[in-house]
């Protein structure tokens, strides 16, 4: 960050001087109490703003007719980082937020009290069924891959030609790679070549034990 203030300096007699910096990599804003017992005891902590992002804002468009509206973003950088997937890096983060929301199983109401004690048809209780019926309907069970939707394409740490080729595709996560299931459907991806999909191949197997079907189509 350029404009991240350090330090000023007063008028002295002193023809020249030496700092030493220590600059590494972090997320989002850090305070400088936060830094302290990770510097060495001659450093001096300083806030730290590791955002690449200089400036967000948005504004609406009407149309003509007044029936649409755009959605307009203005992203300004320092320059490491696309404006481009610093977006889709925020549009994931709020589909999985509100992908909580959606998926969460309402809270069990409370059990009904057993008119009976001594009749054992009025001792069952209805905790096993809402166990029972939990477990066959676990995401798992019906095909979804949860986990790995929870996952953004960063983190298969893949290179910018193999990144590029899923995210023009329209994958945003790691189970959407997965949903590929075969390697024949890897091969078909526009744009993507075989020293890509070998790649992601390797990196789906090594980071997260995911591997594709080599199974073919019969013609």
Known sequence: NPHAYIART??????????????????????????????????????????????VSFSFETSRDNKTETLIFEIRTFGTVDPDIFLQDAAFILE???????????TPTATHEIAKRGEESDERSVKPELDKDEESSTPLAEGHLPQLDEISLRDLKLS????NSLVGAGFRTVG??????????????????????L????KMLELFQFQFSSQRRSA
């Open 96 to 106: 999985c937020t509100f992908r909580r929301l959606r998926e969460r199983k309402p």
């Open 199 to 202: 790649e992601i191949e390797t």
């Open 160 to 163: 910018v030609r193999a990144r």
């Open 10 to 55: 007063t008028p002295a007699n002193v023809d020249d001087f030496e700092i030493e910096f220590l600059i590494a990599r972090g997320k989002g804003f850090v305070m400088a109490d936060d830094l302290r017992p990770y510097l060495p005891d001659h450093f001096l902590p300083i806030e730290a703003s590791f955002t690449p992002i200089e400036r």
């Open 176 to 197: 959407d790679v997965a949903r590929l299931a075969t390697v024949e459907n890897l091969l078909n991806l526009k744009g993507l070549g075989k020293v890509s999909a």
